[in-house]
């Protein structure tokens, strides 16, 4: 599709190595897509609120995150996404080092779009982040920016 909008992401991921390694499979993508990075959900919430050293931030259209974060965890930056407004519709996936059901259960009763387990061996972790960003560039449409309710209708 042509007229598709390009790729804003927040990731939200404490490692550096996942980090290094999801931005290295975006690259041998040539994916010109922007991917903001931050290591806590304090951060996010900052990002995404445009606060502190993010004030120039772009809103981004999708976020990439952990659950296992420091400072804030991961279930309390969902539950903050989804009692606000202007952040809810923001698509989410949950990739993550954890397999635990109550992770699972819990990131989809707070309406994650995806849950994702994050794979050990390196090669297939490349493999899943162009599976993910093939599917959200290629396939999903997100709902368009709107400033009122009223322009749904």
Do not use: C
Request: glycine content about 4%.
């Amino acid at each position: 599709m042509t007229d598709r909008q390009p790729l804003e992401a927040l990731l939200i991921d404490p490692n550096p190595e996942d980090v290094r390694l999801f931005l290295e499979a975006l690259e041998n993508e040539k994916i010109t897509n922007s991917i903001n990075i931050v290591s806590t959900g304090a951060k996010a919430l900052d990002f995404l609120h445009q606060r502190g050293e993010y004030t120039d931030a772009v809103r981004p259209n999708l976020i990439l995150m952990d659950i296992e974060l420091p400072q804030m965890d991961g279930q309390e930056l969902l539950e903050e996404l989804n009692g606000d407004p202007e952040l809810m519709h923001i698509p989410v996936i949950v990739l993550t080092g954890s397999d635990k059901a109550e992770d699972i259960v819990q990131s989809y009763d707070l309406h994650v779009n995806a849950y994702v387990q994050k794979p050990v061996e390196p090669d297939t972790f490349l493999d899943v982040v162009r599976s993910l960003e093939g599917f959200w560039l290629e396939v999903v449409r997100s709902p368009p920016e709107y400033e009122e309710e009223d322009d749904l209708l």
